[in-house]
């Protein structure tokens, strides 16, 4: 049982890695979805302001449409600094010295691995960690 829970940092590892690919794939959706308004906004306010004669709509309206289109160009910005500071605090947190590697603690001081370097013909080497028994 005692090394069951000894091995769970391994597996922490593993959930990090998948929460940080999900994560990661929900960004590019939002990015999507928020950022071909925002370029809409964008144009919407050069045609607001780029007739020879002025504005295209009344002086009254003017202002909250263009705050409304303003904020709504800034959606993605917030979203890419949200998401990037989310993730960095995430990995900063549970930093590991490689994918799926078990961080060194106190209570792992028993366990032993070695990292060999796996290459198959015309790829790139992958580190592999192999435990080692006693």
């Known amino acids: ?38 370029v809409l906004a964008a144009v919407l306010i050069a045609v607001l302001y780029g007739d020879i004669g002025g504005a295209t709509i009344t002086v009254m309206c003017l202002s909250y449409v263009a705050s409304f289109l303003a904020t709504l160009v800034f959606v993605p910005l917030i979203l890419l600094a949200a998401y990037i500071l989310r993730t960095a605090t995430l990995t900063r947190r549970t930093a590991a010295t490689g994918p799926i590697l078990p961080r060194e603690t106190p209570m792992m001081d028993h366990l032993k691995f070695r990292l060999t370097m796996k290459n198959d013909i015309g790829s790139e080497p992958v580190k592999a960690a192999q435990f080692i028994d006693d």
């Open 1 to 38: 049982m005692i090394e069951l829970l000894q091995l769970f940092n391994i597996a922490q590892e593993h959930f990090k890695t998948i929460y940080l690919q999900r994560e990661l794939t929900r960004f590019s959706q939002l990015t999507i979805y928020c950022g071909i308004p925002a």
